[in-house]
C-alpha cells in the first residue's frame, strides 16, 4: 500500500519526538547518576581539554580526614560526602568529633548511633555508616584544636589510596569523587609520580561560600575557581592566605598553598609528611607549616579545575574551641615557638630542645635548608622582612611604590 508523503512526515516525526524524550529522560533523570564521563563532559560545556577520566584503573578508595567541634553541620557533611559520590562504597570517614559529652540525649536518634552532630539528620545507609565511618570521640578538656584533631584523624587512615582532609561545614557536587580524581591525574607531569603512579601533588583552595539559608548547592557556576596564592604576615608574624576566584582553567593551575579546610592528594602524602601530633592549640600557622613540609617533600600544588564543594564561612552561632579552651593562648604561643624553629623564622630567644615544645622536633622538622630557601625564593617570601610579594600568583598587579 502506498504511503503518501503527509503521513511519511508525521511517523518520522512522531520517531524523532520517542528518540528526544528519551534521551531527555536519561540525560536529565534525577535520580539516576550520570556516567563520570557524563558528569565531566558537562561541566566542561562538551567541549575542551581532558574530557576523558584518568586514574581509572586504580582502586579508587578516599580517605576523608573530618575533625569537627560541636559543629550542627557535620552530618550535612557527612551526608553530602556520601549522597553525592559516585562509589559512596570507596569513601571512608575518619571523624573526630570533640565535645558531643555536652549534647542532649535525642529520643529519635538511632540509640545504636553515637549521641553526636554527626550522626544527628544522618541519610545515608546505616550500613555504610557502620562499614564506612571511623570515629575517635575527644571531650572539650581533650580538644586542642584543628591542627591536633586532623593529626588523629590520621590514626584513622587505613591505606586508602587517595587522602582528602576537609572541614566539617562543606557540601559537595554530584559525582565529586570522580571529578576530583581525575584532576588529580592530571597533574601528572607537574611533579614527581609516587606510589601507584599517583602524582606527588596536592589539589587545594578555599572553597565558595554556601548560604546557610538556602537548601543544598548554590546555582553551580564553573566559570571562576578560587586560588589560594596570596599570603600575608599577621601581628603574630605566622603568615596567613586569601583566595583570589580566577578564571576557570583545562588543568589544575599551581598554587603556592595547601588550605586544611579542603585539599585532596595521595594516601601516600601521609606517609611522607606524617601530620605532627606536637602542636597543641595551634590555628594560625597550621596551613604554612603542612605547605611547606609537604612542598620539602616534593609535593607541588594546584587549583582545581572546577569547584567540587562549598563551605559555610564564619559560623556564627556556633562554639569555636578556643572559647571553651583555658589553654588556648598558652599552647598555642608554644605551638607557634615549634612552628618558627621547624620553618627556621626568627625566635626572640634561643630555643631549649629539651622544653616539651620540642618533643621528637627531629622527626617532624625540615632538614633540607636548601629545598626551604628554595620555596621562599620561588613563592616571593621575605621572611626576614616578613614580607610576601603575591601579586603575580594572583593575576593582579602590584601596588605603586
Known sequence: MAVSKKSFIYTVGAVLIIVLIFQMNYYFRIDSKLTERDIKNSINGGGGENKDLVGEEIEPTIFVSLAAYRDVFCSDTINYIFNHANRPEKIFIGIIDQGSELLEEDPNQ???????????????????????????????????????????????????????????HLRFIKGWDSLIINDLWLTKSYAPIGENGIPRTVLTHYPMAYNIEDSGLPVVDQTGVPRLCKGEFNSRGIITFNSFILKATNKPAECPYIAAGFFFTSGEAIKLVPFDPHLSNLFEGEEILYSVRMYSAGFRFFAPTLNVCYHYYSRPKSPKFWEDNKQYYLDMQK?????????????????????????????YTIHNTTILSEYYQRWKIDVENKKVHWHQFCDQQPPQE
Not at 341 to 361: A, G, N
Open 110 to 168: 538511632d540509640p545504636s548511633l553515637p549521641n553526636s552532630y554527626c550522626y544527628r539528620g544522618l541519610k545515608v545507609a546505616p550500613e555504610l555508616i557502620q562499614s564506612n565511618v571511623r570515629r575517635i570521640a575527644l571531650t572539650v578538656a581533650q580538644s586542642k584544636g584543628p591542627t591536633l584533631a586532623r593529626y588523629y584523624a590520621t590514626t584513622l587512615y587505613n591505606n586508602e589510596t587517595y587522602f582528602m582532609q576537609v572541614d566539617s
Open 335 to 363: 605551638s607557634v615557638e615549634r612552628l618558627k624553629y621547624i620553618l627556621r623564622w626568627p625566635l626572640e630567644k634561643t630555643p631549649d630542645l629539651s622544653e616539651p615544645q620540642f618533643d621528637e622536633i627531629d622527626k
